[in-house]
């Protein structure tokens, strides 16, 4: 007979335990194995170097009644919705890549245009299931081991190996009613996201295109269907930043209605927009006839992996900033001097409350997310220092930075921005000080990574096709 997914969860969860103590008993460093990963660092797999969580990629238990589901920490985003929207709900965050994991997000500090209202893909997290550092598992919630409830919380891995999640879920409906506002300054999207974000809608996020053209997207839920539809996921759709930049040329305000997967991964194809890139290493026109014909190649699961295999990531300037609303205008200014990077991703966020560790952590009213992601043509060391330029001005600014990408922070300005005895202190309460390594090892890039173009686009395409 055939084991129930509670069953193998059961078993698997074994298998992992094990493998942490082992690694306890011996006392080495380990990492954790998902069997992809939306980072931007080099990334080289080791398989006596890692714990496997990569079967854990199961919906457990869908709960109607208590709106709620429980999922295994390796299950994608793309597939957690397809089983929730089948009871017409969805979890309150979603982030906007079909391939992040639900461990992923949470211990990545995942974001999305619901953050406004729901905070970080953790703040929707009911409890964890945790396997800690000497293999004991225990179970952690806001009334049980509160404080490794949020301490996990964009902990990169170093306090404990999450291998269930209890979620919160919302009703869901078929569409997203968008309206597209079109702005002419930073300021002025600020000032419409900070006055959107009190009225009851579910969706806010802005792009500017350049300084002085942008749009600010206001979304809500809906099951009209008395408006124009648009989708973002078929290979003749458009790339959604292209569709936004096209209607806010041409209207002023502009109304539609998307399929709520379609909203939900708008940035999926293009990744936001830095796959036009993939076309200018290679020479190809950025035209709508080369995006449908490499469709296949331009999604987000394929350019991360390109990205990793190819070590092209230290070519690009890929960063995300969060800031207090009261100092965002001077840190936009600031990095539009140094980088001149344009489009340029605006998203709200509801400040972070207990998660010390999660770059929403910040004392304001509104947490503005500024997602900074574009070419730059500079060396290695041109490069460092201009990523330190802009680590160092969040810090003057009260802001944080996502830990997702690079970070070239020396240790004693890292420990400024975050709460160094209360995180050692949780790492020996919870047994990680001798198998985790700690979120600054984790985290930080002290290398220049040694590009591979050829052999990393071959073996990716040999990989998924």
Known sequence: MAMTDI??????????????????????EIKIYHGSSNSTRAFKFEKSKFVDISKLNRVIEINTQGQFVLVEPNVPMDLLVEQ???????????????GITVGGGIQGGAEESASFKYGLLHDCCLEYEVILGNGELISASREKNPDLFWGIAGSYGSLGVITL????????????????HTVKSFQEAVS???????????????????????????????????????????????????????LSKNNFKYEELVPIRDYIF???????????????IFKIPFIKFTRLILNGLFNTRVLYRLLRETNLSQLYFIQDFNLPSEKVLDFFDFAEKQLEIYPVWICPL???????????????????NIGLWGEVQKDFKSFVKLNRLLEVKSSELKGRK????????????????????????????????????????????????????LKGVLKVIKLYF
Do not use: C
């Open 7 to 28: 069953e193998s969860h059961k078993a698997d969860l074994r298998i992992v335990q094990e493998q942490v103590r082992s690694f306890f008993a011996v006392r080495t």
């Open 84 to 98: 929730t929207l089948k009871y017409g709900l969805i979890p309150p965050v979603v982030p906007e890549f079909p």
């Open 165 to 180: 999640v209890k979620l919160k879920l919302i009703p869901a409906k078929d569409f997203v009613h968008l309206t597209y």
């Open 192 to 246: 419409l996201i900070k006055q959107k974000s009190s009225e009851p809608v579910n969706f806010i996020d802005g792009i500017m295109f350049s300084k002085y053209f942008g749009v600010v997207m206001i979304g809500s839920f809906s099951d009209s269907q008395k408006l124009p539809v648009s989708t973002f996921s078929k290979p003749n759709d458009e790339w959604f930043y292209l569709h936004a930049k096209k």
């Open 266 to 280: 708008r940035y999926n194809r293009g990744a936001f927009w830095m796959g036009r890139y993939g076309f200018s």
């Open 350 to 368: 509801k400040p972070g409350l207990e998660d010390k560790l999660s770059a929403n952590y910040i004392k304001t009213d509104l947490v503005f």
């Open 402 to 453: 996502m830990l997702y990408a690079h970070s070239y922070y020396p240790p004693e300005e890292f420990w400024k921005v975050y709460d160094l005895e209360w995180y050692n202190s949780l790492r020996k309460k919870y047994s990680a000080t001798v198998t985790f390594p700690d979120i600054y090892e984790k985290t930080l890039v002290s290398e220049k990574y040694k590009t591979s173009i």
